[in-house]
């Protein structure tokens, strides 16, 4: 495979052991991260000029549900899913991994469309292998998933007050077959005591992912913090759709560190700045508004330390990647993004961290590594993919049509 050096940019490794660097290099070899430090040498590396950029691992949007990119923008949340053809699955699937790898995740957790669709499940796959970016397919793997490998986890029932019963057998089943567990719960508030159920009875755990998780009770909450089960925020899609707002400060006093995840781009936007601004925003709102009540003992402000490590480190750990990817740590796969400090939209840079958290956005986007590969190049794709985007626009164009919508005026 080779090796790339990556030299004089700011590194955060976001590794407190390795630490950050004002300036340092990175050196990949055989697609993992092999030396963080300054003034590297590496004979016949490719080098790759980081000046005036921030190195740091690549995001990990760890709840999408990525097919829905053929939906993108569109506003219609309650758009009916089964309206997607199996050709629809993959083209809507290739275009949101492309359109993920551009706006610096390289690793996705995706929440499968069509799973039930034997044909639907093959598109998502043969659109997962084609991308070029770290995925985690969530299907049933009673119907034909391919775990107990780590490309793919296991699709719950939606954790609700009438499913308790079939989802404890359901996940005894998937833990028989040695496969992480991916579930939505709290989108409701009428879901609101289900996880605390859950715990009771024993079931949560490490090996269990909840995505949503807007509606939580303290009880819900602490039932997660004592089972060490993993939490994912869809911020953005969830705001946009109406379910609430993330629970930031139920979390934060429990110790709780979330992954971050899209969600659906029907109402939101696609990549995970928009998500790290999403959550940290609306902590900061909660405790403006006790203040302004007058409320005293207010908790701390949520800082962009915390939210960074949200979007990568915590987000790997939810997605059961956590010795893989999620930080620059030497012996860790090479998944790194470089993003441009010498634009006008964070220029000063007083704080890299807090640059990254509250300034930047995809056009910062300019070297995307997954596996040491480069998938991105000076801000570019590297693969040609002007033909899946003329298919997602036509599918688009015959799914709009299907629905009785017009073209745009």
């Known amino acids: 495979m080779g090796s790339t050096l990556i030299k004089g940019g700011t ?17 990949i070899d055989d697609g993992v991260i092999a030396e963080i430090g300054p003034s590297l040498r590496a004979r016949g590396a490719e080098v790759i000029d980081a000046g005036g ?3 740091m691992p690549g995001f990990v949007d760890a709840h999408h549900r990525v097919a829905l990119s053929l939906l993108r923008s569109s506003g219609l949340a309650d758009r009916d899913e089964g309206a997607l053809s199996a050709d629809d699955v993959y083209t809507g699937t290739l275009v949101g991994l492309l359109q993920a790898l551009t706006a610096g995740a390289t690793t996705v957790v995706d929440w499968s469309i069509g799973a039930d669709d034997p044909a639907s499940l093959a598109a998502a796959r043969a659109a997962h292998v084609e991308a070029g970016v770290r995925t985690v397919l969530v299907v049933d793997t009673s119907r034909g998933g391919d775990s107990p490998g780590r490309s793919e986890a ?8 009438d499913a308790i019963d079939a989802i404890a057998a359901d996940w005894a089943q998937a833990r028989r077959r040695g496969c992480r567990i991916h579930a939505r719960a709290g989108t409701a508030a009428a879901d609101v005591g289900s996880v605390a159920e859950l715990g009771r009875r024993g079931l949560l755990g490490p090996d269990i992912t909840l995505a949503h998780c807007v509606h939580l009770s303290d009880a819900d909450v602490d039932a997660i913090s004592s089972s060490s089960t993993a939490v994912v ?8 759709a109406g379910r609430g707002n993330p629970p930031m400060q139920q979390l934060i006093e429990r110790g709780i560190r979330p992954g971050l995840g899209v969600g659906d781009v029907r109402l939101a936007p696609g990549d995970v700045f ?12 909660v405790l ?11 908790p701390n402000l949520l800082g962009t330390r915390d939210v960074i490590r949200y979007a990568t480190v915590d987000g790997a750990t939810a997605a059961g990647l956590g010795d893989v990817t999620g930080s620059l740590t030497p012996g860790q796969r090479a998944d790194v993004v470089v993003l441009r400090a010498d634009r006008p939209n964070i220029a000063p840079v007083n704080d890299p961290i807090g640059a990254v958290v509250w300034g930047m956005d995809t056009s910062n986007v ?5 596996d040491g590969v480069a998938r991105v190049a000076n801000g570019e794709l590297v693969v040609d993919a002007a033909d899946v985007r003329l298919r997602a ?11 009785g919508l017009g073209a745009m005026a």
């Not at 925020?233 to 946009?240: E, I, K, N, Q, R």
């Not at 300019?366 to 997954?370: I, K």
């Open 11 to 27: 590194v955060l490794s976001l590794d407190r052991a390795v630490g950050n660097h004002l300036t340092a290099d990175v050196l």
């Open 366 to 370: 300019d070297w995307v590594f997954v």
């Open 288 to 298: 403006f508004d006790l203040k302004l009540a007058g409320k005293g003992g207010i």
């Open 274 to 285: 928009a998500q790290m601004r999403a959550a940290i925003s609306v902590q900061h709102a």
């Open 233 to 240: 925020l869809t911020p953005a899609s969830d705001m946009a």
């Open 393 to 403: 626009s036509s599918a688009a164009r015959r799914l709009a049509g299907a629905a």
């Open 53 to 55: 950029t921030i190195v």
């Open 154 to 161: 296991h699709r719950s029932p939606d954790v609700a007050p």
